[in-house]
């Protein structure tokens, strides 16, 4: 029953809120907008086609994460190698637009098969990471539209232990490991891929970005992670949580995970960080992507995301970025499909009237299961 009155509710607004963008209603409904951020990521290959999703993207938004453009298997692929083309043109088109940039190429698993390959030795890893990493901070320092970067992505798994290497050249692993740790027990790449970003891009927002549910023992290491940079001096000014939410019961619909993600908000804010959600989807596995159940899961879920979002908005900075804007099949064998706030036809989702709503009129989380 609590379902049917959300659906009802929601479809009841959907065609008043059609005629307000989610950058119109920031602007409207008296957010700070230097404090509070609602963007979104699409496809390269959209970009400057006069398509349907960049006329959506300008329609709705004017916070921008460029894709995949700026890590290292594009930018930096090989030795000698480099290519800025697809980089340059989402700066450009940023620039047009006037959009505000948060640029996602940390140093993560997501590296070149160059630094995955096994005849690596530390030094060449280090010198990998050192050049990629230093041309990409004095570039992006230079714009005026980049606010923030990611500087480390996906560096602890769930159980708390590092995310490190994998035999040969996997496509997910994370070859910086390797160059070590230092004498405190911290990976060596994440300590320099601080002090390069400082030096090196001082007028961008270093972001510490991290991907998971609300898994305790990995996010109490993220945060001593992060202390422990502080406390050597070192500049992080956010943390992001990539939110690849899983149709179960998770972030979004138990309580007790939308408690802990409140938690690390508040951490955040007392250490005068912004929390940044990063790259907000809803993953399937065997369901189908038209099933009133999902649906009703996804818009919940983002509902509960974005009030708790809403509720610290006076305390810190808070920014969510939904990471892509038309469902697609996932890649693999898991997610098998990956919803977002468009479907297949580019027909507005269930779960983006939701967040339009919530916007809006500022609303109480919805009533959750403990477990």
Known sequence: MR??????????NSTAQDKYSVKNILKDSGYSLDSFYVGATFKY?????NSKLE??????????????????????PRPGVWNWKKHNDWIDFAKKNNLTVRIHGPISPQASKWAKNDDRTKEELLLNLEEYFIELCKRINEEPNVKWMDVVNETILRNGDWFSEKP????????????????????????????????????????????????RKMWQKVLSTISYLKNKGLRVDGLGWQAHLRDVRGVGLVKKDLDYLSYLIDWCHSKQMGFHVTELNYWLRDESPNSIDVLNRQSISYSNIVNTLIAKRNNGLVTLNLWGIK???GPGNYPKNILSIYDKDLKPAQAFY???????EK???????KE
Do not use: C
């Open 55 to 76: 006329k959506i993207f300008l329609k709705e938004f004017n916070y921008l994460t460029p894709e995949n453009a700026s890590k290292q298997t594009a930018i930096h």
């Open 3 to 12: 379902y049917l009155i959300i659906i009802l509710l929601v479809f009841f």
């Open 327 to 329: 469902n697609k099949k």
């Open 168 to 215: 040969g050249d996997s496509s997910w692993e994370n070859p910086w490991t390797q160059i070590g740790l230092n004498s405190d027990g911290y990976p060596i790449y994440i300590v320099k891929a601080f002090e390069i970003a400082q030096k090196y891009a001082p007028n961008v927002k270093l972001v510490y970005n991290h991907n998971g549910g609300m898994e």
């Open 45 to 49: 290959s959209a970009l400057n086609s």
């Open 363 to 369: 609303n109480t989380l919805i009533r959750l299961p």
């Open 354 to 360: 939701s967040i339009k709503k919530s916007l809006i």
